[in-house]
């Protein structure tokens, strides 16, 4: 896979064949919601200890770079509750996730 998803972030010079991706867009409201800027997305290992965190840009996308397993992004951000949200990671996968709060 190279170039961009539909709307989402660039994967030019990214070389998704030795990478395991995850990442996505927090928005307000779900799918076709506003897109929320200024939160911050953390990623969980599989037992719940934090790895990372990354603030959402402007258009609410967030991007980590992680180990194949499973990992739950853990979503905060203003005037809403704490949203989990569980993913699987693979070398060679853009692992995408839209997080509705």
Same mark, same amino acid.
């Given at each position: ?14 070389? $998704? ?8 867009? $927090? ?66 996968? $853009?692992?995408?996730? $839209?997080?509705?709060?």
């Amino acid at each position: 896979m190279c170039g961009a998803t539909k709307g989402g972030l660039s994967l030019d010079g990214i070389d $998704v064949a030795k990478e395991a991706i995850i990442q996505g867009q $927090v928005l307000r409201g779900g799918e076709g919601g506003e897109p929320v800027g200024n939160a911050y997305v953390r990623l969980l290992d599989r037992t719940g200890e934090f790895t990372a965190e990354v603030p959402t840009s402007a258009s609410g996308h967030f991007r980590f770079f992680a180990g194949d397993g499973e990992w739950t992004l853990r979503t905060l951000a203003p005037k809403a509750d704490p949203v989990d949200v569980r993913i699987a990671a693979r070398t060679g996968v $853009v692992a995408e996730a $839209v997080v509705a709060i």
